[in-house]
């Protein structure tokens, strides 16, 4: 087989990481601009009619009732919380391995967060989750990471059981489903992130919600506009925490192509898969025929991975980790009290994992030269 | 019948006027590719709202509310102490108080509407840590008497200048007398976004770095959390749309000035109090705002014939469900309470003409007249 050579890409790699660029070649720009052109003139900036056209479309996506549109993926979590009442004392179980954003929004309403460690499909292991419960356990929040699932029915069943309300994590799980019903829709509410390098995204931070029950909608709407139940009424204490209408324009636009981008990320990570596993290696972690994956983040785990790390940089392939250094370990989250080594299972995948790009615009030229790096790394 | 068309905002305008130039900022933007939190949008426009505060920093955020939220949180405001405010601002400057487990501490304001200096010195305990003024209308707090206080009770000032970008006193702009000044950039402000944005002005650079922090997760750099933070970032859209704005702003400013100098001319009658400017003091007229006899009648009157009018704030915090909580009753701030229902904002935006102004002073004179 003749060796792949691959032109440098304007940001100086191969295989970029970002595909922001390729989402905005002419055509898609010019069209966005006439829709913004068309929204600026009518002022309509603030929780307008673009983002109630977006929840409607969002919530009709997901397969749900109510759709949120909120400021980032972060707020989605914590305003989700907020609405629980979850406050000082109370604990809030979630997975050992996320983005310290879940913790965030935890520790933002003052609760404790109370980490389980994960299982080799980067979710909650469930065997772990009842000796975390404790009389104080107010919620149970799920992590979808990198677009895997949490295995949402066993979960449910726990937290039944213990009558015990979920908000699922699926800031990078759009999309995302177990037996066909999607990410999100499982637990109580569900939060997602638009932040620009999700699946499905806008121009600057934004977030969504989504819930099956109208009295928790309701209360959402309400904190994330000040507490406003209309414009001189305030029923609660809230935030500034909305989805901006101009980011609802945006979004619009590209949800139209979110089940394009999520069919081509699950062929893109099949063909990295079927590659990847001829590497001794190399290990895939669980895949699951009854799951839909959607690969907001193509990982798997690597022997010698910071070497193969500098290795795919070197060639040009923008490589990642996700995250080199586990949530429970960082600095802020010293006053709960964790040490090194109570998570073993997440510890060592922070050693083991490398993201790869499987995004929508990557080239079959791209791919084949990303399988080629990492083979000529280990076979030389 | 509708004899006049008279909004109360004219975002059209503004878009009609500016759209290419816009449209040109999108495009840019996007073509980068770096949408969020960093990058040099934000760092320009950072450098260039310091200067024009007259601080050492700026830190672009999400919002006004959240420039409240972050400041009072790296002022050290936390559980248990009390921060000093007045109850007649929009909502967003009390709950930050409370979202931090703080106390609120209503104080009186005076007839300007803002708070009442002497007010505040009796309001003040062991556990007063800051004191929030609001320069409400984007009309400066008596800030010389406010920061004398403050230095000798030891407290932090909070300056809520949502609404006064660009006013001054004694020469000296809003948000620079305190240790932080927190400013709103959305849609409806005089500098303004085509979304929520806000910034913190402040002469503390080890605070401005730790805000810097604070909105982006608490991540000192990718991979590593100092410690919790929050998702409050400027988007970087939003920034290049402000840097833009920005230089328009005197302009802006200098209209609705020639507006309002001209209300204070024509408005004069004796059912109708219009707050006089000060010598020493520079107000840009965020907003109009009257106090009336017969408000609601006026209002609805204004609106039958085509004048839209509107009123900041017609329910008191103290007085809101969301207040019950801390215990006020009606009565405890007799001045507030009067003026909220006496208030009523006239439209005063840099697109109306003289001859739109002397209307509403016209009709706003002749109600009364019967």
């Known amino acids: ?235 609660m204490l809230g935030c500034n925490s909305r989805l901006d209408s101009l980011q609802a324009v945006i979004g619009n636009w590209l949800i139209d192509q979110v089940e394009f981008i999520t069919a081509t990320r699950i062929k ?24 839909r994956l959607v690969f907001h983040l193509y990982i798997v785990f690597a022997e010698r991975r910071d070497a193969l790390l500098a290795h795919c940089r070197k060639a040009g392939v923008e490589a990642k980790v996700h995250y080199p250094i586990p949530v429970y370990r960082q600095e802020g989250l010293q006053q709960f009290g964790y040490r090194k080594g109570d998570f073993p299972v997440t510890d060592r995948q922070a050693e083991t994992m490398i993201s790869l790009p499987a995004h929508e615009h990557l080239t079959a030229e791209q791919l084949a030269y990303m399988v080629q790096t990492v083979t000529e790394f280990y076979q030389g | 019948m509708t004899e006049h068309d008279i909004p109360y905002v004219n975002l059209r305008a503004q878009a009609d006027e500016q759209m290419p130039e816009l449209a040109a900022i999108f495009e840019r933007v996007v073509r980068r590719g770096s949408l969020v939190g960093s990058g040099e949008e934000i760092e320009r426009l950072e450098a260039r709202l310091a200067d024009y505060c007259g601080t050492r920093e700026a830190v672009a955020l999400n919002s006004g509310t959240d420039a409240l939220f972050l400041a009072l949180k790296v002022a050290g405001i936390g559980a248990g102490d009390e921060v000093i ?12 108080i409370v979202h931090l487990g703080a106390r609120p501490v209503f104080v009186d304001v005076l007839a300007d509407q803002n708070i009442n200096p002497a007010a505040i010195e009796q309001a003040i305990t062991p556990r007063t840590r800051a004191i929030m003024p609001v320069h409400l209308t984007g009309r400066m707090c008596r800030m010389d008497t406010i920061m004398e206080l403050a230095e000798r009770h030891g407290l932090r000032v909070i300056e809520d200048a949502a609404q006064s970008i660009g006013s001054m006193l004694q020469g000296r702009k809003s948000g620079s007398f305190g240790h932080f000044g927190c400013f709103s950039a959305h849609p409806l402000k005089n500098l303004n976004a085509l979304g929520d944005a806000g910034f913190v002005a402040t002469n503390d650079s080890a605070a401005a770095a730790r805000m810097r922090r604070l ?147 016209g009709e706003v004179l002749a109600f009364y007249r019967g």
Not at chain 1, 3 to 16: A, D, F, H, S, Y
Not at chain 1, 163 to 192: H, M, Y
Not at chain 2, 339 to 360: K, W
Request: proline share 6%; with cysteine; aromatic share 6%.
């Open chain 2, 85 to 96: 405010t007045p109850p007649n601002s929009f909502i967003a400057s009390t709950a930050v």
């Open chain 1, 268 to 291: 893109n990570a099949g063909y990295l898969d079927s590659e990847l596993a001829k590497l001794p290696q190399i290990r895939l972690p669980q895949r699951f025929n009854n799951r």
């Open chain 1, 1 to 235: 087989m003749t060796r792949i050579e691959l032109p440098l890409q304007p940001n100086g790699t191969k295989v970029p990481w970002s595909y922001l660029p390729r989402q905005f070649d002419a055509r898609s720009v010019e069209e966005i601009l006439d829709r913004l052109r068309a929204f600026v003139p009518t002022g309509d900036f603030t929780l307008g009619k673009p983002v109630r056209a977006f929840e409607e479309r969002f919530a009709r996506l997901i397969g749900t009732s109510h759709a949120i549109g909120v400021n980032s993926g972060t707020d989605a979590l914590k305003l989700s919380l907020k609405a629980l009442g979850v406050g000082p004392g109370d604990e809030v179980v979630t997975a050992a391995n996320t983005f310290i954003a879940t913790i965030g929004a935890i520790a933002e309403n003052f609760a404790r967060p109370v980490l389980v460690d994960c299982t080799d499909n980067f979710c909650m292991d469930l065997d772990k989750l009842e000796a975390a419960i404790t009389p104080r356990t107010k919620a149970i929040m799920p992590v979808h990471l990198a677009g895997q699932m949490t295995d949402m029915p066993a979960l449910m069943d726990i937290a039944d059981r213990h009558k015990l309300p979920v908000v699922e994590d699926s800031c990078q799980c759009i999309l995302g489903s177990i037996d066909g019903r999607n990410a999100g829709t499982f637990g109580l509410a569900g939060g997602f992130s638009l932040h620009p390098l999700k699946n499905l995204n806008v121009w600057g931070d934004g977030g969504i919600i989504v819930t099956g029950n109208d009295d928790f909608a309701l209360k959402l709407r309400r904190l994330r506009n000040h507490g406003l139940a209309d414009r001189d009424s305030v029923v």
């Open chain 2, 215 to 361: 909105r982006t997760h608490g991540l000192a750099d990718r991979e590593r959390a100092e410690e919790w933070g929050f998702v409050s970032r400027m988007d970087v859209l939003q920034a290049a749309i402000l840097d833009y704005r920005l230089d328009k702003l005197p302009g802006v400013i200098a209209k609705r000035r020639e507006n309002a100098a001209l209300y204070q001319r024509l408005i004069k009658h004796e059912k109708v109090f219009v707050p006089p400017c000060r010598q020493d003091e520079f107000n840009t007229f965020h907003t109009f705002v009257i106090q009336a006899e017969r408000r609601d009648e006026l209002q609805r009157h204004l609106r039958s014939i085509g004048i839209r009018t509107a009123i900041h704030y017609p329910v008191p915090i103290h007085l809101q469900p969301a207040a019950a909580s801390l215990g006020y009753r009606r009565g405890d701030f007799p001045a507030a309470e009067r003026q909220a229902e006496r208030i009523l904002t006239l439209p005063v935006n840099q697109y109306m003409s003289t001859a739109d102004v002397e209307t509403v002073a």
